[in-house]
């Protein structure tokens, strides 16, 4: 596995959680059926943004260098904030024709990044320490052409 297919591949930890967390909680609640897919049926307001999010960003970082996986990693989570707190004014205002006010604007943008960065702190750790282990991106590609 290549460096920048673990950044890609780390950016579906959240989603993994989510759905993890969700399977557990609904047993230990015993919820039914029908609650587990509401609460599936809520995620959409984070997942949707969050799936196109993931989408362009894992786009943008294939077959990139190690330095640049590193600020990547860096800037992703602020990235995200800012891409989701937009997200939300657009589907607010489309909704309900309303804009919150820049305080909770900002507010929103703080906690997304933070949460963005608390899934981000596993997979930059992993990249970090094993850099040496995964295969560079141009010996992938030469592995490939060789065959």
Same mark, same amino acid.
């Given at each position: 596995?290549?460096?920048?297919?673990?950044?890609?591949?780390?950016?579906?930890?959240?989603?993994?959680?989510?759905?993890?967390?969700?399977?557990?909680?609904?047993?230990?609640?015993?919820?039914?059926?029908?609650?587990?897919?509401?609460?599936?049926?809520?995620?959409?307001?984070? *997942? @949707?943004? =969050?799936?196109?999010?993931? /989408?362009?960003?894992?786009? +943008?970082?294939?077959? &990139?260098?190690?330095?640049?996986?590193?600020?990547?990693?860096?800037?992703?989570?602020?990235?995200?904030?800012?891409?989701?707190?937009?997200?939300?004014?657009?589907?607010?205002?489309?909704?309900?024709?309303?804009?919150?006010?820049?305080?909770?604007?900002?507010?929103?943008?703080?906690?997304?990044? *933070? @949460?963005? =960065?608390?899934?981000?702190? /596993?997979?930059?750790?992993? +990249?970090?320490?094993? &850099?040496?282990?995964?295969?560079?991106?141009?010996?992938?590609?030469?592995?490939?052409?060789?065959?």
């Amino acid at each position: 596995m290549t460096q920048s297919r673990f950044f890609q591949v780390s950016l579906l930890l959240p989603v993994a959680v989510w759905v993890l967390v969700l399977l557990i909680f609904s047993f230990v609640l015993r919820q039914d059926n029908g609650a587990i897919w509401q609460n599936l049926y809520d995620g959409y307001h984070i *997942f @949707v943004p =969050y799936v196109i999010f993931v /989408i362009v960003i894992w786009r +943008l970082v294939g077959n &990139k260098p190690y330095g640049l996986l590193m600020f990547m990693a860096f800037i992703v989570p602020i990235l995200w904030g800012f891409f989701f707190t937009l997200w939300y004014v657009i589907v607010t205002y489309i909704q309900d024709k309303s804009i919150e006010t820049l305080f909770v604007l900002s507010i929103m943008v703080f906690w997304a990044a *933070f @949460v963005g =960065y608390l899934f981000e702190i /596993i997979p930059f750790l992993v +990249l970090s320490k094993l &850099k040496t282990k995964f295969k560079g991106d141009q010996q992938q590609s030469n592995a490939l052409s060789a065959h």
